[in-house]
Structures are given as C-alpha cells and as structure tokens.
Nanobody
Framework: QVQLVESGGGLVQPGGSLRLSCTAS????????MGWYRQAPGKQRELVAT???????NLADSVKGRFTISRDNAKNTVYLQMNTLKPEDTAVYYC???????????WGQGTQVTVSS
C-alpha cells in the first residue's frame, strides 16, 4: 500500500519560514519524481515545485527565490523549504509521487499552511 505522509504545516506570520516534509512508503522512492502542489480555497490545485529522480528541480515562478525543494532518498523523504512566506502562499500543500513515464501517481493527504499576522 502506497502512503505519502506530509508534515510541517501550520500558522506563520508573513516573512516567516516553514519546512514541509513528505515521507513515502510502498514505492521505490528513488525511481519516482516528487512534487509539491497547493490548493487555496476556491482555486485549482497548482504546481509549486518538483524534483526528478535524477535531482532536476522545477519551481513555479511565484515561489522562485523563496522556496527550495530537496529529497533524501535514504529517508524516502522530500522537503519543501519555504522562506519569506506571503499571505498568498496560504493553501493546503500536497505531495505527489509519480514514476516516469507515467504522469499520474500518488498523492498525500495534504498539510495546511496559513500565512497571517
């Protein structure tokens, strides 16, 4: 059974930082591309950052220079370091794993990030 478990969300003031973690089980982690997506109330889910199984990184323009994605294959975990957070970053953040060439994959249950003073 595949499980992706996110953690690290919470309430933070504008300008603050959070680090999200997503730990996977039931998959060969190193064979999978990993990604973080987010969905704000009333909006569609959008890509935040992806990291390929080879370590190539892709970041949404809205988070470049503020967010960093990384992975630790030994721990089956992908991270999203979020700095200089803004209120518009408020959303539920989801982790996704997919094994190329497939584009569909597995999703975590999500973790809430709220940026507010």
């Amino acid at each position: 059974q595949v499980q992706l478990v996110e953690s690290g969300g919470g309430l933070v003031q504008p300008g603050g930082s959070l680090r999200l973690s997503c730990t996977a089980s039931g998959i060969i982690f190193s064979f999978n591309d990993m990604g973080w997506y987010r969905q704000a109330p009333g909006k569609q889910r959008e890509l935040v950052a992806t990291i390929s199984r080879r370590g190539s990184v892709n970041l949404a323009d809205s988070v470049k220079g503020r967010f960093t994605i990384s992975r630790d294959n030994a721990k089956n975990t992908v991270y999203l370091q979020m700095n200089t957070l803004k209120p518009e970053d408020t959303a539920v953040y989801y982790c996704k794993a997919n094994r190329p060439p497939a584009t569909t994959g597995y999703w975590g249950q999500g973790t809430q990030v709220t940026v507010s003073s």
